[in-house]
T-cell receptor, first 112, second 112 residues
Framework: GESVGLHLPTLSVQEGDNSIINCAYSNSASDYFIWYKQESGKGPQFIID?????DKRQGQRVTVLLNKTVKHLSLQIAATQPGDSAVYFC???????????FGEGTQLTVNP | GAGVSQSPSNKVTEKGKDVELRCDPI?????LYWYRQSLGQGLEFLIYFQGNSAPDKSGLPSDRFSAERTGGSVSTLTIQRTQQEDSAVYLC??????????FGEGSRLTVL
């Protein structure tokens, strides 16, 4: 399943499928990007980050892709599990001690 | 403590009363953020402290909101003359400069 981030804030997938969550960031000067996961009733938790000198970074079951040309960031979750159900936020940072700016968020629902 | 600690976890108050929300960041983190999150919504930036620099207050919604950070550590967010639209979860986060944010569990504020 795939979302278009700001235009489709919900994404529903079947357990075991791969999920793709998209984010369009705002500032071409941003040099650091982070994905956060927020479960119901909890604070956001760090998933994975990427610096602007990279275009791909892999973690455990997650991959972040960065396309600076179109200012687009995506989070890919392999073999999605019910425990992955949460809201996912992307965030960008201009660097040099500037603040982190969050995107709108995408609600991911994993159906068993 | 090991993580960001916020108190109280829940606060119910009457319209017009003042409230104070407290945040204990991770030791050694020079950056501290306050965000507000309404039910089912994204993260609304409020204020950002970085070391001894002047705080970025650009997200505070009105002059009823203020925050301070004493000794570069503990921060207090104060809302004066609370209104019903102030009801939300107030999230605090801390980080090293330019690094990932670590969030607390939030303070849920309900204004009756």
């Amino acid at each position: 399943g795939e979302s278009v981030g700001l235009h489709l804030p919900t994404l529903s997938v079947q357990e075991g499928d791969n999920s793709i969550i998209n984010c369009a960031y705002s500032n071409s000067a941003s040099d650091y990007f982070i994905w956060y996961k927020q479960e119901s009733g909890k604070g956001p938790q760090f998933i994975i980050d990427i610096r602007s000198n990279m275009d791909k970074r892999q973690g455990q079951r997650v991959t972040v892709l960065l396309n600076k040309t179109v200012k687009h960031l995506s989070l890919q979750i392999a073999a999605t599990q019910p425990g992955d159900s949460a809201v996912y936020f992307c965030a960008e940072n201009l660097g040099g001690g500037s603040r982190l700016t969050f995107g709108e968020g995408t609600q991911l629902t994993v159906n068993p | 403590g090991a993580g960001v600690s916020q108190s109280p976890s829940n606060k119910v108050t009457e319209k017009g009363k003042d409230v104070e929300l407290r945040c204990d960041p991770i030791s050694g983190h020079t950056a501290l953020y306050w965000y507000r999150q309404s039910l089912g919504q994204g993260l609304e930036f409020l204020i950002y402290f970085q070391g001894n620099s002047a705080p970025d207050k650009s997200g505070l919604p009105s002059d009823r909101f203020s925050a301070e950070r004493t000794g570069g550590s503990v921060s207090t967010l104060t809302i004066q003359r609370t209104q019903q639209e102030d009801s939300a979860v107030y999230l605090c986060a801390s980080s090293l400069v330019g690094g990932e944010l670590f969030f607390g569990e939030g303070s849920r504020l309900t204004v009756l």
